[in-house]
């Protein structure tokens, strides 16, 4: 009897340790792809820097006013800390990124992780089903998450992708800036320069 509750009690132990040992506590989204790139990037994450990188990905209604906070907690008893939760629900549109303390925030750019995710979505040329959109999205994110964090820890990830969207935004803005100076150059500082040489 004794060593019935002892294999009992050890079923209930390895049951509840492992029930988040994958990164991805709930997903109503993603496809076998984007699952296994994840677990990957979570892997060489928590491997390289100790942090543990977890993902939501669901259809749950989360509308505005929602705390992603509370939400996040309900899952909060099976991970492990320190942890950083990226939530993804797009039915009411809504990125959260919820870190297990205030020390970890400083270790990413928030603005930057979202911006990652919703400028994928946002892409009305691309092609792409809104279902792969949001597959793209949620990996591309949780990949910016995990570089930042790791470089915030002085590591380098191998198994992260390169953020293009953000290169090309960052090269469309560099253009327009550009354009913006000759413009200005143009119609204004060339026209000034020029009456002052002949006031002279």
């Known amino acids: 009897m004794i060593k019935t509750y002892a294999r009992l ?7 509840s340790s492992s029930l988040f040992a994958s990164p991805i506590i709930k997903d109503e989204l993603l496809k076998p792809k984007a699952k296994e790139k994840i677990i990957v990037m979570a892997d060489e994450l928590k491997e390289k820097t100790g942090i543990s990188g977890y993902l939501i990905a669901t259809n749950d209604a989360l509308p505005r006013g929602t705390s992603m906070v509370d939400y996040a907690k309900k899952f909060e008893v099976n991970l492990n800390k320190p942890y950083i939760i990226f939530i993804f629900a797009p039915h009411n549109q809504r990125i ?5 303390s205030p020390e970890l925030s400083n270790l990413y750019n928030e603005a930057d992780v979202k911006d990652a995710a919703i400028d994928v979505v946002r892409d009305e040329y691309d092609g792409n089903s809104i279902e792969d959109k949001y597959n793209v999205a949620v990996v591309q994110a949780f990949s910016e ?7 915030a820890k002085g590591v380098q990830l191998t198994t992260t992708i ?3 969207t953000q290169w090309i935004v960052n090269f469309l803005r560099v253009f327009i800036y550009a354009g913006a100076i000759a413009v200005f150059w143009i119609f204004i500082g060339r026209p000034i320069l020029r009456r002052m040489k002949s006031e002279q």
Do not use: R
């Open 96 to 100: 959260g990124i919820i870190p297990s």
């Open 145 to 151: 998450l995990a570089d930042q964090v790791a470089k």
């Open 9 to 15: 009690a050890l079923l209930v132990l390895v049951f």
């Open 162 to 164: 390169p953020n293009e």
